[in-house]
């Protein structure tokens, strides 16, 4: 491995590289670095550091809100429609008050 005072700057070939970029591992003068978070790193590499997550990108915000409104009417449609199907699986008598009569006069002869 050479050391660094032999290794020139990728962006100005004429400089002596004074650092080394963590994510990228290039070489570069004291001028083409810059230290975030700790680390020293080149332009590239910033840009790539500090693009927005996705997220938290407002495209992705909506598809995501979609997608929720989406799944929650489908699970209404779904407790809706089990109801509806386990209402018209009770009897027509119950309906019409022949159940309730007919309790009603169990409970006249106590």
């Known amino acids: ?52 997550p996705v997220l938290q990108r407002a495209w992705f915000r909506r598809l995501l809100a979609f997608g929720q409104t989406a799944v929650a009417l489908l699970f209404l449609w779904i407790v809706f429609f089990t109801f509806g199907k386990t209402l018209l699986t009770i009897p027509a008598s119950f309906h019409e008050g022949e159940v309730w009569k007919k309790m009603e006069r169990e409970f006249e002869t106590f």
Request: glycine share 4%; proline share 2%; hydrophobic share 35%.
């Open 1 to 52: 491995m050479t050391s660094l005072v032999l290794q020139r700057c990728l962006n100005h070939p004429v400089r002596e590289a004074a650092a080394r970029c963590v994510d990228c591992g290039a070489h570069y003068c004291r001028e083409c670095v810059e230290e975030h978070d700790g680390k020293l790193r080149c332009a590239a590499c910033l840009r790539k550091a500090a693009k927005t």
